[in-house]
């Protein structure tokens, strides 16, 4: 769970505005985005670095986390301050209100996913994904909802990872599983604001637009879901999280194809 914890903190703004993105090589492959991430955290455990203590990023000075996240490219990973207030943060929480351990603030949700997701954004501030739209007040909770997610997933749906209402949760909105929807001819965005993302135009985090194309992508996921479940067999029904899953991978494995849709670009340490 500890991994999970780590992995999911850092879950946020890995595009660049170059073609060439934030890499790490580890076991004789190149990996890139996200899973660079998650590469760079397997190369610190197999260093010796004690990755796997809270207290050690609440310690860890700067120089220590940047060359954990040391990129093979001159494109470093995005916002590293950023992520080092968030690391400090997430170790001093875990340590002084869970005892250090992430499967104690699990455990405190007793089986609820609704419950965990509180007790995430009541104690770490960047898993307070939070807008505002025209007066009305928008909970994504990105971050907050993929780690549940990935508890119950690696898990089984058993022991620790068992959620009596993992079915609650959304899907996960980011910027990569929009691209993959208007792709697929799900999402249409206006011609105005596809010309400025094709330009390269960044989004600002809360702006109309921003929040349009995370809610949006919720909506959609959630009639996907809709029309699934109507067909599915009784006791096969999916959420909208292994929607997400699989759509988020399909992105990937077909980013080559989905060159014409670019991607939202938000700077912000929310997804």
Partial sequence: TITLCWSDTMNFCFWSDEPTLFTVEYR??????????????????????????????????????????????????????????????TGRVLDERFAGSVKQLVAAARGSVQKLIGLLTQNFSSYCDVAYYKGRQVHFLKRAQIFAADVWSRFGGNGIGEFEDIDSITMFADYRVPQCLCYLGVLEYSPELSRRLRAGGHLPVGSEEEVEIRGCSIAAVERIWSLLSAKSPRGQLVTSAQIDFYLWNFAKTHSNEMEDYPIHRTLTVFY
């Fill in 28 to 89: 004789e492959q190149t990996w890139t985005g996200y899973r660079a991430m998650v590469a760079a955290f397997a190369k610190a455990v197999e260093a010796g670095i004690p990755v796997y203590r809270p207290a050690y990023f609440r310690e860890a000075t700067y120089n220590q986390l940047s060359s954990i996240f040391a990129s093979t490219t001159h494109v470093t990973i995005p916002l590293l301050n950023e992520r080092v207030k968030i690391l400090h943060e």
